[in-house]
């Protein structure tokens, strides 16, 4: 069974500061797609990332930065230099490959303070 | 349009009423997926479809629920004699082609419909 956990319910950091929010997920499948979602007050969730299994390559992208480990199965999110807009539940996912349905973590809401 | 549209935003109904929420996708977008969003819950999957076709309907949680797609683009999530554990955001999104396909890129979320049973 496919599986998303988000251990870090909450947290909350000082703008400016780095934070990273963990993501493990537990699949039997060895193709499967990994993504990171955004989720502001407005509700929508906006897409940051989808990664295939077989590309293990950490992944940049401005202040944002992804580390897929799969010996360990994690999927980690890093924000450098954290601001205010950056405050939002983070919701990891998964979807097994020729599985089109995406199982999410249950989010990790971040604070981020002026 | 531009993005993925789901109207009403918000729907307050009465327990055992019936509901419909609708989903107008993306233009061209074959994939279209139905989730509903508990508060502090992440969204939680509910039916896929490819074309007119539910390709996937796992997620239905009972046979109150149903979804139609007749012309492969507009969605329709309809409950039947709605309970008070129904209330719930449900959202919709919709991609080129399926999550699983390799081809495919990213699912675009709307903002909504936030469905509230009294």
């Known amino acids: 069974a496919q599986k998303v956990t988000q251990a870090q319910t909450e947290i909350s950091v000082v703008e400016k500061e780095d934070v990273t929010l963990d993501c493990v997920y537990e699949?039997?499948?060895?193709?499967?797609?990994l993504f990171w979602y955004k989720q502001p007050p407005s509700g929508e969730l906006v897409f940051l990332i989808r990664?295939?299994?077989?590309?293990?390559q950490n992944e940049i992208s401005g202040r944002y930065s992804w580390n897929f480990q799969k010996s360990t199965s994690s999927f980690n999110f890093t924000i450098t230099a954290s601001q205010v807009v950056d405050s939002a539940v983070y919701f990891c996912a998964l979807s097994e490959g020729g599985d089109d349905k995406i199982i999410f973590g249950k989010g990790t809401r971040l604070h981020i303070l002026p | 349009g531009a993005g993925v549209s789901q109207t009403p935003s918000n729907k307050v109904t009465e327990k055992g009423k019936y509901v419909e929420l609708r989903c107008d996708p993306i233009?061209?977008?074959?994939?279209l997926y139905w989730y509903r969003q508990s508060l502090g819950q992440g969204p939680e999957f509910l039916i896929y479809f490819q074309g007119t076709g539910a390709a996937d309907d796992s997620g239905l949680p009972n046979d109150r629920f149903f979804a139609v797609r007749p012309e492969g683009s507009v969605s329709t999530l309809k409950i039947q004699r709605t309970e008070r554990g129904d209330s719930a955001v449900y959202l919709c999104a919709s991609s080129l082609m399926g999550q699983g396909s390799p081809l495919n890129t990213e699912a675009f979320f709307g903002q909504g419909t936030r469905l509230t049973v009294v």
């Open positions: 699949t039997r499948d060895t193709t499967y797609y």
């Open positions: 990664r295939n299994s077989f590309d293990e």
């Open positions: 233009s061209g977008h074959t994939a």
